[in-house]
């Protein structure tokens, strides 16, 4: 089919073809799962749940756990409290979790349920146990992304658990963005090699990678404890990696706990993790060590060493914004040339940013927030590229054009790796640059005619 697109583009206001995002609870169940021992609940009807949960399931590999209010005709019309009313009784009699995460959906959203009086009601009534918690973010589908639903959820949990501190600590607060189990564990590496004490949250590693071990756990032994979201007040900064996916929650907790915060970049790539381990060890005290430097001494030798498969290429990048935006640093770090970038992600401030970014390097680039993959095909048919980096939607563009395509960002459908090897730091962008750089080798070796394939690249 998508050997048919079309050249000409035409200008969409009102239908979106191959949408580069999706919908808002999928990033909600995403950062509430970053918590120890909570239970995702999904107030709407039981296809959302299962929608999101497979989703889950089939980028992670991994069971994905959450609870729904099973909406029928009568909540559709009435409204889902009772519903919720079951549902917690049924979580606390069978799942026992210590935390229930609430999300909306678009229905519960459009029916208005007051779900902080639902709430207040069914703790003044007993449901809710003593000692066990519960909040809510409103996650309304018809508006943002899952990247907006993260953002939600993780501004939800610092409004719902830091108790107010009477002095602070030296402990920092991250928020890491929306980004992998392996990418949450290197940030956590990164911080202890330098020596400074981190309150990572969400952190869905040992939840979404956990080993097997023949036995199951409904709750996996990861996830932010619920006592070091209660002592996030007390910490002396935060740092919210990816202003779209972590900016909202650290700004709440600078005017309502005094917590200073600083918006950075996601560490993807050499730049944007300088900027991160900088403000480690100016705004922290970290002490730098060998072991980081020879992190980012091997980064930077395996750019220099492949730099001539790279330079002048011609690549289209999709994603998550906050992905987006230190990808294609890192790619003109690389000397090469994006074409085409675009999110799923409505914003203004993503096409200023990349704007800027591209200014010098790339300033026809196409940019645009809030653009399908049918919109990015059309560019690339007029504009033809060498590499496409975006997920796995991309890969019928990548079968129509002939393209190689790496697979970055969320969701990954189709290939394993993305929850164990991490694209954050030195050496995720080690990682990251191996797969872009093997992948235009296997092409090179492909498209050779035998009097010219080579042993050596
Ligand atoms: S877009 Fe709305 S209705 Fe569709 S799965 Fe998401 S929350 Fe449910």
């Known amino acids: 089919m998508l050997n048919h697109t079309p050249l000409p583009i035409a200008e969409r206001k009102a239908l979106r073809i191959n949408p580069a995002k999706t919908c808002q609870p999928i990033g909600a169940l ?4 970053g918590i120890h021992r909570c239970l995702p609940h999904s107030h709407g009807s039981q296809g959302c749940c299962a929608y999101h949960r497979s989703h889950l399931t089939r980028h992670y590999r991994e069971p994905v756990m959450a609870s729904t209010s099973s909406f029928t005709e009568g909540s559709s019309v009435f409204g889902g409290a009772p519903n919720l009313r079951q549902a917690l009784t049924t979580i606390f009699e069978v799942y026992d979790p210590d935390v229930v995460a609430i999300h909306t959906t678009c229905l519960s959203e459009t029916i208005g349920d007051d779900i902080p009086s639902i709430l207040k009601k069914a703790a003044a009534d007993g449901i809710i146990p003593k000692g066990k918690r519960v909040f809510h973010a409103n996650t309304p589908s018809y508006v943002g992304s899952h990247v907006t639903g993260f953002a939600n959820m993780v501004r939800a949990m610092v409004e719902a658990f830091p108790v107010p501190a009477t002095e602070k600590s030296k402990a920092v607060n991250v928020i890491p963005g929306y980004v992998e189990p392996s990418d949450m564990k290197e940030v956590k590496h990164i911080a202890e090699v330098l020596g400074v004490r981190v309150r990572v949250f969400p952190d869905t590693s040992g939840v979404l990678d956990g080993p097997q071990t023949a036995s199951f756990r409904m709750y996996p032994s990861g996830g932010t404890p619920v006592s070091v979201l209660e002592q996030l007040g007390e910490s002396r900064l935060t740092l919210a990696l990816g202003a ?6 650290a700004r709440f907790l600078e005017a309502a706990h005094n917590v200073p915060c600083r918006v950075l970049d996601l560490p993807i790539g050499l730049r944007a993790t300088d900027r991160f381990v900088q403000t480690l060890l100016e705004d922290a005290n970290g002490v730098i060590t060998h072991e980081l430097l020879n992190d980012r001494g091997r980064l930077v030798d395996l750019m220099t060493d492949m730099h001539g498969y790279l330079y002048g290429k011609r690549v289209a990048v999709w ?3 906050d992905h987006v935006v230190s990808l294609t640093e890192f790619l003109i770090d690389l000397g090469m040339k994006p074409i085409c970038v675009v999110t799923g992600t409505p914003g203004k401030s993503f096409e200023l940013r990349m704007r800027n970014l591209l200014k010098k390097t790339a300033p026809q680039a196409v940019v645009r927030a809030g653009a399908d993959l049918f919109f990015l095909h059309q560019v690339i048919k ?4 060498d590499l496409l980096i ?3 939607y991309g890969k019928y563009i990548a079968r129509a054009e002939d393209v190689p395509l790496v697979r970055f960002g969320w969701p990954i459908l189709d290939r394993v790796g993305h929850a164990d090897f991490p694209s954050v730091g030195y050496r995720g962008g080690l990682h990251l640059l191996t797969r872009i750089v093997n992948t235009l ?3 090179i070796d492909r498209d050779a005619p035998d009097e010219e394939l080579e042993l050596v690249l």
Do not use: H, I, M, Q
């Not at 779209?244 to 929650?249: C, H, L, R």
């Open 30 to 33: 995403y950062a509430a799962l």
């Open 244 to 249: 779209k996916a972590s900016e909202p929650a």
């Open 319 to 321: 994603g998550d914004p």
């Open 382 to 385: 007029n504009e033809p590229v």
């Open 390 to 392: 975006g997920n796995t």
């Open 441 to 443: 080798l296997e092409r």
